[in-house]
C-alpha cells in the first residue's frame, strides 16, 4: 500500500491575479517529484485599485476575502500540511494592505505575509531558477508581475543581488508608472550589461511566457533581442481588443466576467405561470453588483421563455441567450465564448419591453388605429402612453461576431402575373472581420383581403456563409402559393391585389416594396 501524499500549498497575491498551487509528495521523493494537484487563477485586479486610489475598495476585498476562504476549504479537502500565502505589489502600496491581511487572517485563519521586492525576487529564485541555470556564466533573470518587476543577477551559480522596480502590467494600464522608475530600470540594466559581458536574461510571468510561445519557441531555445524588438512593434499599435483576436490571446487576461443567470427549468414549460417575466431579484442584483466592478460583463441567459431584460440590455454589452441546452451545451457556450465559432442564431419569439404588452407578435392584425411612426407618441393611434409598441428585441433578432449589409431590395417585375412567379433579391456583403453566417428572411403583407390579415408573415430565409469581405446576392421565388390563405369559406385562395414583400435581417429591420398580384 502506497504510503499517504503529503501535500502543500502556496497562495500568492498578485496586482493582476490570485493564485492557488496544491502540491504533494510522498516520503522518500525529492523535491523534483513533487505532483500538482490543484492550480487556480483568480483574476481580482487588486492593482487596478491599489495603484490608482491608494488603496482597496470595499468591494474588492469583499472579492479577496470570498477567493481566500475557498483556498481554505480546497486546502482542507486535499489535507494541507503545510502552507505559505504571500501578498505582493498591489498590497504592499495599499494603505490598507496590512489591515486587510490581519482581517483575513481573523475570519479565515490563513495568514497572508505582505512582502516587498526584494524577497519577493528571493522565493523565485529558490523555487526553480537556480536549478535551471549552467553553474558558469551571468543571468539576468526578469519576473514580470502585474505591480512590479523583480530583477535579480546570477553569477556562476550564484545569486548576488535582487532589486524590485514598481513597473507592472495592471501599472501601467492604470498609467502609474513614473518616468523616473523608467530610468532606474534602463540605468540599471545599462550597468549590468557593462559589468558582465555576455550576460543572458531569462524572463518569466504571464506575457513574457506568451511572447515566447508566439515566436514559436519550446524546450529552452533562445529567443533574440532582434525577434523581441519585432514582436514589440507589431503588437503596440493594437489596441487589448486586437490583439486578442488577431492572436487568440486568453481573454482571461481581460479580466471579463461571465454571468450565468436566468431561469431554472422549474420556471417555464408546461404549467409553471409567472407575473414577472424579469430576471430574478437575486440574481439581478448580482448583475448589478459585477457591472459596478467596471469589468467588462458577457450574460449567459438562461430561460425557456422571452424574459424583460431592459436594464441588462442597457447596462450588458454581450448577452447570449443559450436557452435551456442539451448535454453538449458546455462545449457550445465556449466555443461562442472564445471566438471558435461565430454566433449566428436567430429569436424564434419576441422579447417584450415589458409584461403589459403582452400577447406580442411579429404577425399580428392591423389595428383600427395604427401608428405611422413608433418612434414618436400620436395621441389617437395604438400606442401605450408609458411603452413604446416595439419589443426589445424583436422575433427573427440575432447578432453575430461579424457585421452584414444589405444592399437594396430589388423586384423582377412590378406584378406577380397569373400562374407566374416574381422574384425578390438582395446583395448582402460582409463588411466585419469575421467569416460567418447570416439568416436573410423574407416576409410578406397581403394589404387587402375578404379577412383580416397579419401585418407581415415569414414566408422564407437563406442561410448564407460569406468570408470577411465576401458578397452574395439572395434571391426569392415568390409564387401564388405564398399568398395564399384560408377565406371565410375555409377555401384556400389567394386574392389578387397589392401585396409587401419585406427583405432583412429581422422582422422589424427590413426593406420593403411593393407589387402587385394578378
Request: hydrophobic content about 35%.
Amino acid at each position: 500500500m502506497l504510503e499517504s501524499k503529503l501535500n502543500f500549498a502556496a497562495i500568492d497575491i498578485g496586482s493582476n491575479a490570485v493564485r492557488l498551487l496544491i502540491k504533494g509528495i510522498r516520503p522518500g521523493e525529492t523535491v523534483n517529484e513533487l505532483t500538482k494537484c490543484v492550480m487556480l487563477r483568480i483574476p481580482l485586479r487588486l492593482g487596478e485599485d491599489s495603484f490608482s486610489d491608494g488603496r482597496i475598495s470595499a468591494e474588492k476585498q469583499k472579492q479577496l476575502m470570498r477567493t481566500i476562504r475557498a483556498f481554505r476549504l480546497l486546502m482542507k479537502v486535499f489535507n494541507v500540511v503545510s502552507y505559505r500565502a504571500c501578498a505582493t505589489s498591489a498590497m504592499r502600496d495599499a494603505v490598507n494592505g496590512g489591515r486587510i491581511a490581519d482581517r483575513i487572517y481573523a475570519k479565515t485563519g490563513i495568514r497572508i505575509e505582505v512582502i516587498d521586492g526584494v524577497e519577493e525576487a528571493r522565493i523565485v529564485y529558490d523555487s526553480h531558477i537556480g536549478d535551471l541555470l549552467e553553474s558558469q556564466g551571468s543571468y539576468i533573470y526578469v519576473d514580470v508581475g502585474g505591480g512590479s518587476t523583480e530583477v535579480s543577477l546570477i553569477h556562476d551559480g550564484t545569486l548576488i543581488s535582487s532589486r524590485s522596480y514598481d513597473v507592472g502590467t495592471v501599472r501601467m494600464l492604470s498609467g502609474k508608472v513614473k518616468e523616473r522608475t523608467w530610468e532606474m530600470l534602463r540605468d540599471d540594466m545599462d550597468q549590468l550589461k557593462n559589468e558582465y559581458p555576455g550576460i543572458q536574461i531569462i524572463g518569466s510571468g504571464g506575457n513574457i511566457n506568451k511572447l515566447y510561445s508566439l515566436a514559436g519557441k519550446r524546450d529552452n531555445a533562445r529567443l533574440a533581442v532582434s525577434e523581441l524588438r519585432r514582436w514589440y512593434d507589431l503588437l503596440r499599435p493594437l489596441d487589448p481588443e486586437q490583439r486578442m483576436e488577431r492572436f487568440k490571446l486568453n481573454p482571461d487576461r481581460a479580466d471579463v466576467i461571465v454571468a450565468a443567470v436566468g431561469e431554472c427549468a422549474e420556471m417555464s414549460g408546461e404549467s409553471p405561470s409567472r407575473t414577472n417575466l424579469e430576471i430574478p431579484d437575486a440574481q439581478q442584483d448580482l448583475l448589478k453588483a459585477l457591472v459596478k466592478t467596471g469589468k467588462p460583463v458577457v450574460l449567459l441567459l438562461f430561460t425557456g421563455r422571452p424574459l424583460i431584460l431592459n436594464w441588462e440590455s442597457e447596462h450588458i454589452p454581450s448577452i447570449l441567450n443559450v436557452w435551456f441546452g442539451g448535454s453538449e451545451t458546455g462545449d457550445a457556450v465556449a466555443d461562442v465564448l472564445f471566438g471558435k465559432a461565430v454566433p449566428c442564431g436567430k429569436l424564434t419569439t419576441t422579447f417584450p419591453r415589458s409584461v403589459g404588452q403582452l400577447p406580442l407578435f411579429y404577425n399580428h392584425l392591423n389595428t383600427g388605429r395604427p401608428d405611422p411612426d413608433n418612434r414618436v407618441f400620436n395621441r389617437y393611434a395604438s400606442n401605450y402612453l408609458d411603452e413604446s409598441n416595439e419589443p426589445l428585441y424583436p422575433f427573427g433578432y440575432g447578432l453575430s461576431y461579424t457585421d452584414f449589409v444589405y444592399g437594396d431590395l430589388q423586384l423582377s417585375s412590378e406584378t406577380l402575373p397569373k400562374n407566374g412567379n416574381l422574384t425578390a433579391s438582395v446583395t448582402v456583403t460582409n463588411k466585419g472581420n469575421h467569416d460567418g453566417y447570416e439568416t436573410v428572411q423574407i416576409y410578406l403583407r397581403d394589404i387587402y383581403a375578404e379577412v383580416a390579415r397579419p401585418v407581415k408573415e415569414l414566408k422564407g430565409f437563406d442561410r448564407i456563409f460569406l468570408k470577411k469581405g465576401e458578397s452574395r446576392e439572395v434571391k426569392f421565388v415568390l409564387t401564388e402559393d405564398d399568398l395564399k390563405f384560408y377565406n371565410s369559406g375555409l377555401q384556400y385562395i389567394y386574392e389578387p391585389g397589392e401585396f409587401d414583400v419585406m427583405i432583412g435581417t429581422n422582422s422589424r429591420d427590413v426593406q420593403t416594396k411593393r407589387f402587385i398580384a394578378e
